[in-house]
């Protein structure tokens, strides 16, 4: 059997919606499962994100630390940030997270991994990208809120997964973005795919 996911969709008998804000909604479906038997599944609608493990020459990630309210944690994370402008490339979302919250631009730019962030909640899906050959740019955005007072440092990428794995950076998409970063540098990022790659 062929190991990779597969767009599917079972039939839908109903749905509700229960909020709707400003980023997500809440909603339910009623859904035909086999055996002709229904069930109710609850899922949060989600627009969609997209992150940048931005690389340095010396293999250096870039991480910016932010405080997550429903966490109640401040999580050092990858820039990032919702697909909230409609038609807009996810390339280019990416590019400008990563000059709004980093004050970084890139020469070079592949899709590292897709991903979503817990399928069964959330229809959320993010693509991390890679981000090479950086150079500085100066930042021109109201930094509000939570991105008030981001900090900025820059972790080899060996220290990265060693944090990653040793439990103390949490976020999904940074630790997925991590992992993946590492495992693509042994084959020199030769397989990761091109940024504009489709999405499935």
């Known amino acids: ?19 709707k804000g400003y980023v997500i909604g809440v909603r339910t479906d009623t859904v035909r499962m086999p055996r002709d038997e229904v069930a109710d599944r609850d899922y949060v609608v989600h627009p969609g994100s997209v992150a940048v493990l931005a690389l340095d020459e010396d293999d250096r990630v870039l991480l910016i630390r932010q405080y997550r309210h429903p966490t109640r944690h401040l999580l050092w994370e990858l820039p990032a940030g919702i697909r909230d402008v409609e038609g ?21 730019w592949h899709t590292l991994v897709d991903l979503y962030t817990s399928p069964g909640m959330s229809d959320e899906r993010i693509r991390v990208f890679l981000a090479r050959d950086l150079s500085k740019v100066e930042i021109d955005f109201d930094r509000r809120h939570e991105e008030f007072d981001m900090p900025v440092e820059w972790v080899p990428l060996a220290d990265a997964v060693e944090r990653a794995l040793m439990g103390m950076i949490h976020n999904s998409p940074t630790v997925a973005g991590i992992l993946a970063a590492y495992a693509a540098s042994v084959e020199g ?8 790659a489709p999405e499935a």
Request: aromatic letters at 8%; proline letters at 8%; a negative charge.
């Open 1 to 19: 059997m062929r190991i990779e996911d597969l767009p599917e969709e079972w039939p839908v008998v109903d749905s509700r919606e229960h909020f």
């Open 88 to 108: 807009e490339p996810l390339a280019a979302t990416a590019a400008r997270e990563l000059a709004e919250e980093a004050g970084y631009q890139a020469g070079t």
């Open 189 to 196: 990022f030769a397989l990761l795919r091109p940024a504009d």
